[in-house]
């Protein structure tokens, strides 16, 4: 079956700090890829997606690049704002439209000013 | 984002009453889903509904009753629920049968708890 496995959290990091949050998936075939973010108290937002090998994925700041090789989607931030702690959630998808999302458990980030 | 809207945004129900959630997306999207989003466990799915067509049910309780009127409406109805089905309870869309369709967009959800 597919799988998606993050960090675990959470994490903590001072502002301008380099974040990394390592996402490795197990799939059958070839997935698309995706990074959501949950803000407290809302529903999850669409920050960055790649649909195939070698695909970088970037919105506000944030990077995501799909190796195939490593089956890895880590997402990466060169300088992170007290305004990007959020819960933070790789997915994958198979198949197209009208499929079953696959959720990493996510991972909680704060930044301290 | 006001793509994906949910309705009503915080719901308190006792065992024993009927309330229904909405969803209603404004994104020309063909297929809907419902995700529960309970402390601690990963996202759930629920249902998807494609077309208007009912295309998956994640083994849900029948406790929990979806409706799809049309390709922008999506509910919920709940009757006689546990305490244990209190979470906040996601709707998403996607595109149908086009390429780049497999994006959801989520609403705000609705935070239900059950008392």
């Known amino acids: 079956g597919n799988s998606v496995t993050q960090m675990e959290g959470p994490v903590t990091l001072s502002e301008e700090a380099f974040l990394t949050i390592n996402c490795t998936y197990t799939?059958?075939?070839?997935?698309?890829l995706f990074w959501y973010v949950q803000y407290p108290g809302e529903g999850l937002q669409l920050l960055l997606k790649?649909?195939?090998?070698?695909d970088k994925g970037s919105n506000k700041g944030f990077e995501a690049t799909y190796r195939k090789e490593t089956t890895s989607f880590h997402l990466e931030k060169g300088s992170v704002q007290v305004s990007d702690s959020a819960v933070y959630f790789c997915?994958?998808?198979?198949?197209?439209?009208?499929?079953?999302?696959?959720f990493g458990s996510g991972t909680q980030l704060t930044v301290l000013p | 984002e006001t793509g994906v809207t949910q309705t009503p945004r915080h719901l308190v129900m006792g065992m024993t009453n009927k309330k229904s959630l909405k969803c209603e997306q404004h994104?020309?999207?063909?297929?809907m889903y419902w995700y529960k989003q309970s402390a601690k466990k990963p996202l759930e799915l629920m249902f998807v509904?494609?077309?208007?067509?009912?295309?998956e049910n994640n083994s849900v309780p029948s406790r929990f009753s979806p409706e799809c009127p049309n390709s922008s409406h999506l509910f919920l109805h709940l009757h006689t629920l546990q305490p244990e089905d209190s979470a906040l309870y996601l709707c998403?869309?996607?595109?149908?049968?086009?390429?780049?369709?497999?994006?959801?967009?989520f609403g705000p959800g609705t935070r239900l708890t059950v008392l």
């Open positions: 790649a649909t195939k090998a070698d």
């Open positions: 994104l020309g999207h063909n297929a």
């Open positions: 509904y494609n077309f208007k067509e009912q295309t």
């Open positions: 998403a869309s996607s595109r149908s049968g086009a390429a780049g369709g497999d994006t959801q967009y």
């Open positions: 799939a059958t075939g070839y997935p698309s």
């Open positions: 997915a994958l998808i198979i198949g197209g439209s009208a499929r079953q999302l696959t």
